[in-house]
Nanobody, 125 residues
Framework: VQLQASGGGLVQAGGSLRLSCAASGRTFRRYTVGWFRHAPGKEREFVAAIRGNGGATYHADSVKGRFTMSRDNDKNTVYLQMNSLKLEDTAVYYC???????????????????WGQGTLVTVSS
């Protein structure tokens, strides 16, 4: 599967953005998709993930209540709605997918086989 992330940009603190991750392939609904972010000087960080059928979502504690992940399998697209953005949310955001993730691996970037190119989110004061 090929992934393409989009929707990043410059936003003021407190604002909102919606990231999209468009996927190729007819079996997209079999894949768990995750969002990760990488800020300068920091480790790559799990943000959120969603199971293939959209029935279960997982969010990092740092974004709970502010970010919401969803997917539309008919459009082969997943979304990350980001509200109440903070300066510390500034990072390059990547979407990733894998078809064989167990629950304990969902938050681990190394377990995802397919990655998009990343989209930059910059939150300003």
């Amino acid at each position: 599967v090929q992934l393409q992330a989009s929707g990043g940009g410059l936003v003021q603190a407190g604002g909102s953005l919606r990231l999209s991750c468009a996927a190729s392939g007819r079996t997209f609904r079999r894949y768990t998709v995750g969002w990760f972010r990488h800020a300068p000087g920091k480790e790559r960080e799990f943000v959120a993930a969603i199971r293939g059928n959209g029935g279960a979502t997982y969010h990092a504690d740092s974004v709970k209540g502010r970010f919401t992940m969803s997917r539309d399998n008919d459009k082969n697209t997943v979304y990350l709605q980001m509200n109440s953005l903070k300066l510390e949310d500034t990072a390059v955001y990547y979407c990733a997918a894998d078809s064989q993730l167990i629950l304990s691996s969902i938050r681990e970037w190394s377990h995802y086989d397919y990655w998009g190119q990343g989209t930059l989110v910059t939150v300003s004061s």
